[in-house]
């Protein structure tokens, strides 16, 4: 969800991009990482652990830890919370399965 | 391919700025490498205006102080920005340092004198499942709400009163966001009172002895379980409690990135006041390695007030060691030191004081 009014901040946004998360299409501004496209969408699952598929979403976003990686436009491992999101992206969750 | 710069600094935010300007008219070749794709760092979170002095930009807000410094440091031609490029390496034997632009292009940057002012990065919480979707470290609340407008969330419980925890709470309420409980495992509130008392009059409550047990969900944060502490820092039996909660906020303190810092061989020291393993430095912020400068977090977790004003004794203390500095160059070092200085005095400096007191050396500059 989008903050639509803030008494310090006037956000200014970017140009209105059209990008798809697992098959489905969203929107986001093309001045904003991936992750935070994707949670201004309300998904915050990002990915799921190698070992124990649990899911995994955002912890520093700024590029220090390695919580928000996933499959952009084919490419694995992608840091989505510095990452730009641009017109067109294919986003997939990474390491998708069951919780066990 | 190859660049040459006199002077070079990793790390666009509070500190690398003020380094930078304090280069200003020098007339020595700077180059700031910076891995976002804007100067600014943290400071572009902020929206609380600072403390201080005049001169430390009292009474103005975070991100426009990081405005004013970017637009000083653009404006100026002896500086040089590269923007979303990451300092990957430094590699001895040819005293270079590899500099990856856009994930695509590779320099070897060569230099005479290099300021490092990476920062820190959050630390975690150790409880019963504290990575689930909905656990955030205080800055990436920041970056989501006050970068890009975007809610962490609905209601919030946050852990830690330090300074960071209890701004960020401030900030949260700003954004319309319910903030549940501050939580705060020591027996007294980590942070300013000035900060304290104002989220407590926004009817935020704070909880001393107070942690984090368990989070609660299976997909993602549904809730957490909470437990009282003993002056020894063992839960309390019978104290836990389940609180509903959709975000968990951890402002429990950052540790400096420090990894350069090891491949350039200064002499570290694991200072935990400081947040981790920091560099030994002079009063000049030089560090071991006589041509490698600290600056910032990275040189001991403090504030965006300390990092610039250690930004500013760097990049004067360097121009000095090239022998190109203005003529007031003691006399401003000297008035960054007060002013740094005055910053630890009393009570609230007291770990910091500790924490330096371990790592300042006599080194030659």
Known sequence: MRIKEHPIIDFQKGKTVTFTFDGVQYEGFDDEPIAVALYANGIKTLSYSLKYHRPRGIFCCIGNCSSCLMKVNGIPNVRTCTQRIEQGMVIETQGKGAIK | ?365
């Open chain 2, 1 to 365: 391919m190859r660049i040459d710069c006199d002077v070079l600094i990793i790390g666009g935010g509070p500190a690398g700025l003020c380094a930078a300007r304090s280069l200003l008219g020098t007339g020595l070749k700077v180059l700031i490498l910076e891995r976002d794709p804007f100067l600014g760092g943290q400071l572009l979170k902020q929206t609380h205006m600072f403390f201080g002095s005049k001169e430390q930009y009292a009474g103005t807000r975070g991100f426009e102080i990081g405005q004013i410094l970017t637009r000083e440091v653009q404006a100026s031609p002896n500086i040089t920005v590269m923007l979303e490029t990451v300092a990957s390496g430094y590699y001895p034997e040819e005293n270079f340092i590899l500099a990856l632009e856009k994930e695509k292009k590779l320099y070897q940057v060569y230099f005479k004198k290099v300021i490092v002012a990476t920062g820190a990065s959050e630390k975690s919480l150790l409880f019963e499942g504290n990575d689930l979707p909905g656990i955030y470290g205080a800055g990436a609340v920041q970056t989501l709400m006050n970068m890009y407008g975007v809610m962490p969330g609905k209601d919030i419980i946050m852990i830690g009163s330090g300074n960071i925890g209890l701004i960020v709470s401030y900030q949260l309420l700003q954004a319309g966001v319910k903030v549940k409980a501050i939580l705060e495992a020591a027996p007294t509130v980590g942070g300013y009172f000035v900060h304290a008392a104002k989220v407590s009059r926004m009817g935020i409550p704070i909880f001393t002895q107070t942690t984090v047990k368990r989070a609660l969900g299976r997909n993602a944060l549904e809730g957490v379980e909470i437990v009282s502490l003993d002056s020894k820092w063992q839960y309390v039996p019978g104290t836990e409690r389940k609180w509903p909660c959709d975000t968990l906020c951890l402002a429990v303190g950052l540790s400096p990135m420090s990894e350069l810092l090891w491949q350039f061989q200064c002499e570290m020291r694991y200072v935990s006041e400081l947040g981790g393993y920091v560099a030994k430095r002079n009063p000049f912020m030089q560090t071991t390695h006589p041509d490698v400068y600290i600056a910032g977090d990275v040189s001991g977790v403090e504030e965006a007030s300390s990092a610039m004003l250690e930004g500013t004794i760097a990049g004067f203390a360097v121009s000095k060691a090239l022998h190109k500095m203005l003529d007031s160059v003691d006399q401003v070092i000297q008035n960054s030191q007060t002013f740094l200085d005055e910053m630890h005095v009393g009570t609230i400096g007291e770990k910091i004081r500790n924490g330096l007191a371990k790592v300042e050396v006599d080194v030659c500059l």
